[in-house]
């Protein structure tokens, strides 16, 4: 079936360790976002990508780092300058990023626990 | 800066009533608006889209509304049910394109 998988689900990191989430999508969508969800907060977007090999900042890329050498795959590094790294992690995809509809598709999300 | 406010609280409705849900937001205009649903520790999956043109579009027992005079989206589930219970986003388009979310609001649909 078409979707997003994310991996891992659940994810304990010690402080001072970088972390790579992973991200892949078989729905041939040019745009990929990753969000994160806090309690309470709306979802906030860390970096996203139009196209292959290219990807930009959203509000709060501090701490993060991507990449996007594939079309269907687009992993997020937590990095240990990532002052407040627990939370949960939402990857999506949409068709492009501007024009049509926008209508993202979430993978189920990645769990970050820091002990 | 933008800013996008739900309802700040949760609403708990007898099952069979409307939940109407508020979206407003502020500093910015957008060409749509949609709305997700999202289970406990799932991702958001997508309901509506309402463009700016559109006063109301309905899906089954879904209904939104779009006032870009007032900046505000309103979201009615009608004869709710208790698989309703959830939590509902919002989420504007911005004018760069990019989707910016709401906090959400929960609604919990009573037997």
């Known amino acids: 079936d078409g979707g997003i998988t994310q991996s891992p689900k659940y994810l304990f990191r010690k402080e001072g360790q970088n972390v790579t989430l992973s991200c892949e999508q078989n729905?041939?969508?040019?745009?990929m976002y990753w969000y994160r969800q806090d309690p309470g907060q709306g979802l906030r977007l860390i970096y996203y990508s139009q196209i292959v090999n290219d990807f930009q900042k959203g509000d709060i890329a501090e701490g993060y780092s991507v990449s996007r050498e594939k079309k269907e795959s687009f992993p997020l590094t937590v990095t240990s300058a990532q002052k407040n790294p627990t939370a949960f992690y939402l990857c999506?995809?949409?068709?492009?990023?501007?024009?049509?509809?926008?209508?993202?598709?979430f993978g189920e999300g990645s769990r970050l626990t820091v002990l | 800066s933008q800013k996008i406010e739900q309802n700040s609280e949760a609403l708990n409705i007898q099952e069979g009533k409307t939940a109407t849900l508020t979206c407003n937001y502020t500093?910015?205009?957008?060409?749509?608006l949609q709305w997700y649903r999202q289970d406990p520790g799932r991702g958001p999956v997508f309901l509506l889209l309402i463009r700016e043109n559109e006063k109301e579009k309905r899906k089954e027992r879904l209904k939104v509304t779009f006032d870009t005079t007032l900046k505000q989206s309103l979201f009615h589930i009608t004869a709710s049910q208790p698989a309703d219970s959830a939590t509902y986003l919002c989420a504007p388009r911005s004018n760069d394109y990019k989707l910016s979310f709401g906090a959400g609001t929960t609604v919990t649909v009573r037997a």
């Open positions: 729905l041939n969508h040019d745009a």
């Open positions: 500093n910015y205009s957008p060409a749509y």
């Open positions: 999506a995809s949409s068709i492009a990023l501007a024009g049509g509809h926008g209508e993202l598709f």
